[in-house]
């Protein structure tokens, strides 16, 4: 198992052990030995516990991202989004760890440490958010619009996210695919006045 391979595997324990012992009640210590590694192994990959659950969530996040790469200009985000999931369908290990990464997320409202990894996952999520809106928008990435909307599009999914976590680890409850499509894309729809879930019109050389 390479770095990566063993960052994720610890973090996948990290997350674990946090929900079922506590944020606080959790060492250093215990992650190495649910991983089957020495303590020095955890702090030469992350800097603190709570980073521990950072490569999750980061996992969860690139997994998002990745799919709205895909995203056709022809498409209105709904669309796109529903065939998506048809021919990308999640596996059983990415939906255990979409349930591990909502659990750190409800965690975090109680923690702020662990939201303050979740916050930064958010905040790399954006800037892989900006290129997409800007190809939508045919603008350049550095352009204030662009910005403007790559952030509070970002901003909508996490309340969005955040929402649903917690209906679904505290609450119990359950959505189907087209509820959580149906969440996310109204929240980007309402986030931002410019038209980047709507299909873009065909563009010509020149225009």
Known sequence: MGTSGTRMALSRHAATLFWTRGWAATSGDDIAAAGGVSTRTVWRYFRS???????????SAYRFMASLQRWSLSSSLEDFWIRDLTEHPPTPETVFDDIRSMRVICLGHDEPALRASWLMVCGQAEQTFAPIIARRLDRRVDDATIRLSAAAATAAVRIVTEQISLAVVSEASRYDTDEVIAHLSRAIRASTTEPICDPVPRRTPGS
């Open 49 to 59: 516990k709570e980073s521990c659950v950072e490569p999750l969530l980061a996992s």
